[in-house]
């Protein structure tokens, strides 16, 4: 007894310390890559057929959500046993997708649709469908599960849903096409990436009220946050960058070079390394955050995108 308490305490142990894994989604190959963060390496690769764009993780890392534009919806990939166990129907422009924090619901967007789709993690059944604005992109669900916030690309707008009521409370006007978009951890600033302005529109929870413009590089994409929120990192498609803003004085404070036509974009759980996808690379650059340069590049798979929360926390 003793014995089987002890190696069951050392499994427990070795669990909670493992590395995460980070999923990325290779658009032109129907693929996720799975990368091992501890060895920097990719240690298997899932064939995802309908062109995989969006990523969320389980808050509990076992279960992987990849929405697929071509397939109509999503793939519910299994992460112990690295395989797809479910697809389920969506509508023909799914693309953002996100996990609540409770890992209780699934949020789509749907591109064409206009709408915003909520799916019970369980029975995978789509419960409400919400009406946002035009071509709804990123979606990131505040860390108490109460907001979840959407970028409407054609409509140059970010909307606030009630999760409680689910239905919209806010809609602010940003800069022109946003995509992808990120929310610090006490919830209080949501950082949105406008692809055709070239900056970053920083909104404040209560009512969306606009606090900042930044200006940034060549097609601003999707943005992470890193060491502490004091640090916002956003992807510059047109020219193989990452910006750097500084998140006090909301200055960029540093261009990183990374590969050709970066997309997707998160932090690892340490808070210090920032993984980027390339698409026109098929590849991924790690970032330290504390030096602010490229440490590693990953082989991953043709047209490499990642938008959305890809690493398991």
């Known amino acids: 007894m003793a014995v089987a308490m002890a190696v069951a305490t050392a499994f427990l142990s070795a669990s909670v310390m493992a590395e995460p894994f980070a999923y990325i989604s290779n658009q032109l190959a129907d693929s996720v890559s799975i990368i091992d963060t501890k060895k920097g390496t990719v240690v298997d690769t899932i064939a995802v057929a309908g062109k995989p764009a969006g ?4 808050p509990d890392g076992n279960r992987i959500y990849v929405s697929a534009p071509e397939a109509r919806g999503f793939a519910v990939l299994d992460a112990v046993n690295r395989r797809v166990i479910s697809e389920v129907a969506v509508g023909d422009g799914a693309l953002g997708i996100a996990t609540a924090p409770d890992g209780k619901r699934i949020y789509v967007a749907d591109w064409y649709k206009n709408t915003v789709s909520v799916i019970d993690a369980d029975s995978l059944k789509i419960v409400e469908t919400i009406i946002v604005g035009k071509s709804p992109s990123g979606l990131m669900v505040s860390p108490d599960n109460r907001w979840l916030y959407v970028a409407n690309r054609l409509d140059d707008s970010v909307s606030q849903i009630d999760l409680d009521k689910l239905t919209i409370r806010n809609t602010t006007k940003v800069g022109a096409h946003p995509f992808g978009l990120t929310v610090d951890s006490k919830g209080e600033r949501i ?5 055709e302005s070239d900056d970053v529109t920083v909104l404040e929870k209560s009512h969306l009220k606009r606090i900042a413009t930044v200006k940034v590089n060549s097609r601003p994409y999707a943005a992470t946050l890193a060491k502490g929120d ?4 956003v992807t510059n498609q047109d020219d193989g960058s990452v910006s750097v803003i500084d998140t006090a004085t909301l200055k960029e404070i540093a261009l ?3 590969g ?19 698409w026109f690379d098929s590849n991924v650059s790690v970032i330290d955050a504390q030096t602010l340069e490229v440490v590693d590049t990953i082989q991953t798979g043709e047209g490499s995108r990642a938008f959305g929360q890809f690493i398991a926390k």
């Not at 990523?55 to 389980?58: Q, R, S």
């Not at 050709?260 to 390339?278: F, L, Q, S, W």
């Open 256 to 258: 990183i070079d990374v």
């Open 191 to 195: 950082y949105v990436a406008n692809v």
């Open 260 to 278: 050709d036509k970066p997309e997707g974009i998160y932090t690892h759980p340490d808070d210090r390394h920032v993984y980027v996808a390339n």
């Open 230 to 233: 004091s640090l916002l990192f």
């Open 55 to 58: 990523v969320a993780v389980a």
